[in-house]
């Protein structure tokens, strides 16, 4: 079974900063996607980026990257140049590529962006 | 609609009461899955459909739940005999399709109270 770990319960950084989320996840399958998401305190989440597991480049949206190490099945996200708006709950998700489509999410990391 | 609509937005309810909830996702899209957020929890996976069927419901509490979808669109979300470890807010995705880890779209969920 898959599992996804979010080891740091709530973080917050200053404004302008950068900061590092962290994600594990534990899988025996080759072929996955994983996928963080944003929770902003209106509740509706919505996907910040996502890598494919056969990409070895790390994906990129603007000011999010990704630190992607399958071997470790480590995938942490980076927040450049951090904004008030990305105050909000984050979760790492983890999805099988064939067989089931079920996401498995991690607990998530509150983050607060500091004026 | 532009986006995921679920309805309704709260519902309040006496413990053994029976509940619906119900999600209309975005139009075109075929993949719609439902997720249980607890207080400070994350995402809890419960069904997923393809169309009308739902290849994986295994994460379906007990047999008090149930969803079906009609028509490739609108899904339902039923609570038989509700419990007070039942409240939460309940989250509808859609996205798609489900090949190639596409991005879910949610809705802004239906927080469930059972008193």
């Known amino acids: 079974a898959q599992t996804v770990t979010q080891s740091q319960p709530e973080m917050s950084v200053q404004e302008a900063e950068t900061v590092t989320l962290s994600c594990t996840y534990d899988t025996s399958e080759s072929n996955y996607y994983l996928f963080w998401y944003k929770q902003p305190p209106s509740r509706q989440m919505i996907l910040v980026i996502r890598q494919e597991a056969y990409k070895q480049q790390n994906a990129t949206e603007n000011r999010f990257s990704v630190n992607f190490q399958k071997a470790a099945k480590s995938f942490s996200l980076k927040i450049s140049d951090s904004q008030l708006g990305d105050t909000a709950m984050y979760f790492c998700a983890f999805r099988l590529a064939s067989g089931t489509y079920k996401y498995i999410f991690g607990t998530g990391t509150r983050l607060k962006v500091l004026a | 609609g532009a986006g995921v609509s679920q309805s309704p937005s709260n519902k309040v309810t006496e413990k053994g009461k029976d509940v619906e909830l119900r999600c209309d996702p975005i139009s075109g899209h075929t993949a719609l899955y439902w997720y249980r957020q607890s207080l400070g929890q994350g995402l809890e996976f419960l069904i997923y459909f393809q169309g009308n069927s739902a290849p994986d419901k295994s994460g379906l509490p007990s047999d008090r739940f149930s969803a079906e979808r009609t028509g490739g669109s609108v899904s339902t979300l039923t609570i038989q005999r509700t419990q007070q470890e039942d409240s939460a807010v309940y989250l509808c995705?859609?996205?798609?399709?489900?090949?190639?880890?596409?991005?879910?779209?949610f809705g802004p969920g239906t927080r469930l109270t059972v008193l």
């Open positions: 995705a859609s996205s798609l399709g489900l090949a190639g880890g596409g991005e879910q779209f």
